[in-house]
């Protein structure tokens, strides 16, 4: 059993910028971030390969945030800029036993992102 906690949510304004970091019990994943907006089902943000030398992104936060991994830490990260009020949902970390196709076998509990505009 891996644990996933996340941390680094909050409320923010649209145009500031947040990190996310998911802290794992065991980094022997790729990891990934989802996200799931009132009302809406759970959608796809990004993932970053074990060795964090690939990386993937839906194309509506392409260009705005940035994944990252420290596996000495065990922590992956996600860097949310230019962030807009669409942006608003729980954040979730998870992580995948494979890259392509992601697996996802583990989940966290989610962090809470609040853009206004």
């Known amino acids: 059993q891996v644990q996933l906690v996340e941390s680094g949510g909050g409320l923010v304004q649209a145009g500031d910028s947040l990190r996310l970091s998911c802290a794992a019990s065991?980094?022997?994943?790729?990891m990934a971030w989802f996200r799931r907006a009132p009302g809406k089902e759970r959608e796809f943000v990004s993932a970053?390969?074990?060795?964090?030398?690939?990386?993937t992104y839906a194309s509506s936060v392409k260009g705005r945030f940035t994944v990252s991994r420290d596996n000495a830490k065990k922590t992956a990260y996600l860097q949310l800029n230019s962030l807009k009020p669409e942006d608003t949902a729980v954040y979730y970390c998870?992580?995948?036993?494979?890259?392509?196709?992601?697996?996802?076998?583990?989940w966290g509990q989610g962090t809470q992102v609040t853009v206004s505009s």
């Open positions: 998870a992580a995948s036993s494979s890259w392509s196709p992601l697996e996802i076998n583990y």
């Open positions: 065991d980094s022997n994943y790729a």
């Open positions: 970053i390969s074990w060795s964090g030398g690939s990386t």
